[in-house]
């Protein structure tokens, strides 16, 4: 697998609260060939220095030292044109769900073209909440048992890697020639944190002119975020949004 190609992959766990998920999330990752890993406020300060981290890394200390830990989730999806939550729960708004070999299928057409995929695993207890995958492009499931559908939080993370190395393998050998896009068209689409601020920005607007009432919001703006991750928006239109959103709060 392309080294190069690998780095394109983001892979971000939000607030984990088990050391040990997070070394053996490293180790993982270094065993698939794989490396950019992101800590999202996690229970722990320092996650990655807690002696049971680098003990269930056994081997990959330089994973977990390169490793990335923020309060933002919005700064580690930066510049991601595909961005997926992996969560094994149904929901009735937020982006478009993906099995997992469709999703697989994605990455290994985005990371063709130049582009940076980030993937999300959500806290063990409850998974990614709905604030969460607001960020994401899509939320993606795992085939597993439906009757017990549960993954430790860096067993979800090995089946995604093997696979992906399995993949990006193949695409590198040339044996899935027909998943090439348009780089252009990658680089143009707005990752998932403009548009966060765009719908922020409508909310802003959409109060102004007194189409939405903040004491009774009912489900207008989840609406417009399910609506919005359908269409995967342009850079461009992106600033066509939100001068829209100008002109609304021009009326206040």
Known sequence: MNSEKSQLLRWVLVETSHPGNVGSAARALKTMGFGDLRLINPKIKGVAQEPEAIAL???AADILESSQETDSLASAVEGCSLVLGLTSRDREFGPPALDWPTARDMIGEVIQGNGK???LFGPERTGLDNEHLALCTHRVWLDANPAYPSLNLAQALMVCAY???EALKADSEGKNAGLLVNR???ADFADPAAIAAM???WREGLEAIGYL???HPKKLMPRLQALFARTRLHKEEIDLLRGIAKQ???KK
């Open 213 to 215: 009432d903040p004491s």
């Open 184 to 186: 252009e068209e990658m």
């Open 57 to 59: 890394a056994s081997g």
């Open 248 to 250: 609304m709060l021009q």
């Open 199 to 201: 719908l922020e920005h």
């Open 117 to 119: 995929v980030a993937l």
């Open 163 to 165: 696979t992906l190395r």
